[in-house]
């Protein structure tokens, strides 16, 4: 059997890259019956004796997947976000890097169609800026107007696997046609009675950018956090994971708990406290999702 990795999920095929050569494949009966569906991303072994069709005999231990965009092994996930059209949301970012932090996948945050806002606006998008990338997330402020910026961010994609994540219509599909003019994807128009881009992107597939793989994904739809624990919550924020640890009581929820370290940092300005809030809403959120015990 041959090893390789599966590019392409499409009508029931599986699109396997084995070294220079490209594999048409089935999935085995025995992954439905058990359930399993291999992903975009997976390494898997191939039967390869029939040149017309192969077939995948078993897929690799996964380092992590997403549900949606069904995809697997994922070294990075770039957070699209614009200013205008859809509106740039703090919390809309922050419910993506949650949920990307669960999954242990490095975020970076591209936020587009600067050339299209006031100064005024401008200066307030650079301070969200400063709060994210004090916090050690990269972020690329982006125009509109082509790729001649794009140039300088190349390393984000070198011998990584990265998926694009983001409303629809924040310009996901354009950003990888600047990056790469021959992948000619599709690209919708934001609807003005809905505020969102129409779905343009048909399927799960890594492409060859820059060196590493990048998946165009359809915008998320639903972003809850049916996976993370309430427990779990104050990992998935970088700045409350590194000084959990002061805080005085053991399982401390940064919340209504006395001599709370995470508390103290907000007060004292070493955490935005737009996160904080956040944080607590999220955190209710999950609260009045999960049965109490």
Same mark, same amino acid.
């Given at each position: 059997?041959?090893?390789?990795?599966?590019?392409?999920?499409?009508?029931?095929?599986?699109?396997?890259?084995?070294?220079?050569?490209?594999?048409?494949?089935?999935?085995?009966?025995?992954?439905?019956?058990?359930?399993?569906?291999?992903?975009?991303?997976?390494?898997?072994?191939?039967?390869?004796?029939?040149?017309?069709?192969?077939?995948?005999?078993?897929?690799?231990?996964?380092?992590?997947?997403?549900?949606?965009?069904?995809?697997?092994?994922?070294?990075?996930?770039?957070?699209?976000?614009?200013?205008?059209?859809?509106?740039?949301?703090?919390?809309?970012?922050?419910?993506?890097?949650?949920?990307?932090?669960?999954?242990?996948?490095?975020?970076?945050?591209?936020?587009?169609?600067?050339?299209?806002?006031?100064?005024?606006?401008?200066?307030?998008?650079?301070?969200?800026?400063?709060?994210?990338?004090?916090?050690?997330?990269?972020?690329?402020?982006?125009? !509109?107007?082509?790729? @001649?910026? &794009?140039?300088?961010?190349?390393?984000?994609? #070198?011998?990584? /696997? *990265?998926?694009?994540? %983001?409303?629809?219509?924040?310009?996901? !599909?354009?950003?990888? @046609?600047? &990056?790469?003019?021959?992948?000619?994807?599709? #690209?919708?128009? /934001? *609807?003005?009675?809905? %505020?969102?881009?129409?779905?343009?992107?048909?399927?799960?597939?890594?492409?060859?950018?820059?060196?590493?793989?990048?998946?165009?994904?359809?915008?998320?739809?639903?972003?809850?956090?049916?996976?993370?624990?309430?427990?779990?919550?104050?990992?998935?924020?970088?700045?409350?994971?590194?000084?959990?640890?002061?805080?005085?009581?053991?399982?401390?929820?940064?919340?209504?708990?006395?001599?709370?370290?995470?508390?103290?940092?907000?007060?004292?300005?070493?955490?935005?406290?737009?996160?904080?809030?956040?944080?607590?809403?999220?955190?209710?959120?999950?609260?009045?999702?999960?049965?109490?015990?």
């Amino acid at each position: 059997m041959a090893e390789g990795r599966i590019i392409k999920a499409l009508s029931g095929f599986y699109y396997v890259q084995s070294e220079d050569k490209m594999y048409q494949c089935r999935g085995r009966g025995v992954f439905r019956n058990k359930n399993i569906t291999p992903l975009v991303g997976d390494f898997v072994l191939f039967d390869e004796s029939n040149p017309n069709e192969g077939y995948i005999q078993e897929i690799k231990p996964r380092t992590n997947e997403l549900i949606r965009p069904p995809i697997a092994n994922i070294d990075q996930a770039i957070i699209v976000n614009s200013v205008v059209t859809p509106e740039f949301s703090t919390l809309l970012l922050d419910r993506f890097l949650v949920l990307i932090e669960a999954k242990d996948i490095k975020p970076v945050i591209f936020i587009t169609k600067m050339d299209t806002i006031t100064d005024e606006q401008v200066t307030t998008i650079e301070n969200y800026q400063k709060d994210y990338q004090s916090i050690g997330y990269p972020v690329e402020l982006l125009s !509109s107007k082509g790729s @001649n910026e &794009l140039t300088g961010l190349e390393h984000y994609f #070198t011998d990584k /696997v *990265s998926v694009f994540a %983001g409303q629809s219509g924040v310009g996901k !599909s354009s950003l990888l @046609n600047a &990056l790469k003019p021959s992948l000619l994807l599709k #690209t919708g128009d /934001v *609807s003005k009675s809905l %505020g969102r881009g129409k779905h343009t992107t048909r399927h799960v597939e890594l492409v060859e950018v820059n060196g590493g793989l990048v998946a165009d994904t359809p915008g998320f739809s639903s972003l809850e956090f049916g996976e993370i624990e309430l427990e779990e919550l104050a990992d998935c924020f970088p700045e409350m994971r590194e000084r959990k640890e002061g805080c005085k009581f053991r399982g401390c929820m940064h919340y209504k708990e006395p001599k709370c370290a995470i508390k103290q940092s907000v007060d004292h300005g070493e955490i935005p406290p737009f996160r904080y809030e956040h944080y607590v809403s999220f955190l209710e959120e999950i609260q009045t999702r999960k049965p109490r015990y």
